[in-house]
């Protein structure tokens, strides 16, 4: 069961991303199979032969795991965001494995069961062998499984193992029914193989697709978990095609107009900006901290990138404690995991690690997703405020006022900013963003929270939707 609940976030990443939301339904949905299976499972044991239950009941619960990849690849292209979503889907997907692998418990314990007199040693030994069982799994899916495999062999694999039992105990009872299984067990496990599902790359935390820019074929967009989030073009790395990273560009020339730079990017992704900086102002630090070895691996393989580019692999919670103070001039953040900033990374307190790697004229640029009320923008603003003297966000004028809607970048520093210098260079390149900065955001903040380790609700307040960029 916790193998399953844990497959389960991944398999629905590509649709609904991964977020606290989506653990949050995929736990509620596990549990309230887990509630009916046993309830159900208890009232027909107390019926039947519980002998006989218990294989029909691993072979339903096995057939119907080996099936939940396909129904989330039905279901999920079509579903919409927010919380009713995610449990929707979640639902078809995994109550009905639940809920059978859940009836097993009372089975077992009706059949184990002798006399009233045992009841205490049968429900409690099998209590303490079942939750050995989900702590193995869990540590064995979480740890070892899904570094290893992708999510869908994994399925296969357990799917295909209580099948497999079940037929093992079915059919010492029937042999006809367990050559039926056995049947069926193989031509859906064939199935299963024939379909490789969304993903192009599967990596830890993220379903990756390269996508191939017809209008112009060297350029690459990586897609993750179905969020358009870099764009490379392979001989060309100075072409910025996000409106974003070319903001992001403005930023740094008109703080830093020429030379090399020393940077730390928080978040690889297609490695777009390090890749450019590389290009433009060679001989400068350029380090990247992402958490997804994967990535790097792809991007290495199919996004260019070069060895002149130092990556350590690691959550940048853990990675910048190892980057020297005062190393940097320049520290962009640009990790997300669908369409957030990890929270972790939005805080007051990392806000103050950035503060002790940058150089006293150092700056920081954060990209970030929003819309609609702009909860979020205002709150990660506001901590940013909390710990930076000056600090100012750059966005097209329609998103301030929330009528619209997409990538905002927050800009902190020890030193002034200066805003102006850099909307001059946005106009230059035809670009339409404007700065907030001073007491202009300080209104546009109003009561944003000031977000703080012991109080981040990211995904609650994130504006959820799909963005290409």
């Not at 859940?102 to 209590?127: C, E, M, N």
């Not at 990756?208 to 897609?223: K, Y």
């Not at 070319?246 to 940077?263: H, K, W, Y």
Request: charge should be negative; hydrophobic fraction near 50%.
């Amino acid at each position: 069961m916790l193998v399953i609940e844990i497959l389960a976030v991944r398999l629905l990443a590509p649709y609904l991303g991964v977020s606290l939301e989506v653990f949050t339904g995929v736990i509620g949905v596990i549990l309230a199979g887990i509630a009916f299976g046993a309830w159900l499972g208890g009232r027909a044991a107390d019926r039947s032969d519980p002998g006989r239950l218990l294989g029909p009941v691993l072979v339903a619960g096995g057939l119907t795991a080996l099936v939940s990849p396909l129904i989330v690849d039905l279901v999920g292209p079509s579903a919409s965001t927010g919380a009713f979503s995610i449990v929707t889907v979640a639902l078809f997907g995994f109550f009905v494995p639940a809920a059978l692998l859940s009836a097993v418990p009372p089975v077992v314990v009706k059949i184990r069961l002798r006399s009233l007199d045992q009841t205490g040693t049968v429900v409690g030994s099998y209590s303490a062998i079942g939750t050995s069982g989900a702590i193995f799994g869990t540590f064995l899916t979480g740890f070892f499984l899904i570094a290893a495999f992708p999510t869908r062999p994994i399925i296969l694999g357990l799917g295909g193992l209580l099948t497999l039992g079940g037929w093992i105990l079915w059919s010492t009872r029937s042999r006809w029914q367990g050559v039926a299984t056995l049947a069926a067990l193989a031509t859906l496990g064939a199935v299963l193989t024939l379909i490789a599902g969304p993903c192009q790359y599967e990596t830890t935390y993220h379903c990756a697709v390269i996508e191939i820019d017809e209008n112009r074929p060297s350029g690459r967009t990586l897609v993750l978990d179905r969020l358009s989030n870099s764009y490379v073009d392979l001989t060309d790395p100075t072409h910025l095609e996000f409106r974003y990273i070319r903001l992001m560009a403005d930023i740094l020339e008109t703080r830093f107009p020429s030379g090399p730079v020393d940077t730390v990017s928080i978040g690889g992704g297609g490695f777009t900006l390090p890749g450019y900086l590389n290009a433009t102002r060679p001989g400068g630090l350029n380090l990247v901290l992402e958490i997804d070895a994967a990535l790097r691996g792809i991007a290495e393989g199919h996004l260019a990138l070069n060895e002149d580019i130092e990556v350590i692999v690691d959550d940048a919670r853990i990675s910048m404690r190892s980057v020297a103070d005062d190393s940097a001039s320049v520290v962009v953040g640009d990790a997300f995991s669908g369409a957030s900033v990890p929270w972790h990374l939005t805080t007051v307190e990392f806000a103050q690690e950035i503060r002790r790697v940058l150089r006293p004229d150092g700056i920081y640029a954060m990209n970030l997703i929003d819309l609609g009320a702009l909860r979020f923008a205002r709150s990660a603003a506001a901590a940013l405020d909390a710990v930076f003297v000056h600090v100012a966000v750059f966005a097209p004028p329609a998103y301030f006022d929330g009528t619209q809607g997409g990538n905002f970048v927050l800009v902190a520093s020890e030193t002034s900013i200066d805003v102006s210098g850099i909307e001059t260079v946005i106009r230059g390149r035809g670009g339409v963003e404007e700065g907030l900065a001073g007491d202009d955001l300080t209104h546009w903040i109003g009561n944003g929270i000031v977000l703080r380790d012991d109080y981040a609700p990211v995904d609650q307040i994130l504006g959820r939707f799909r963005v290409s960029g």
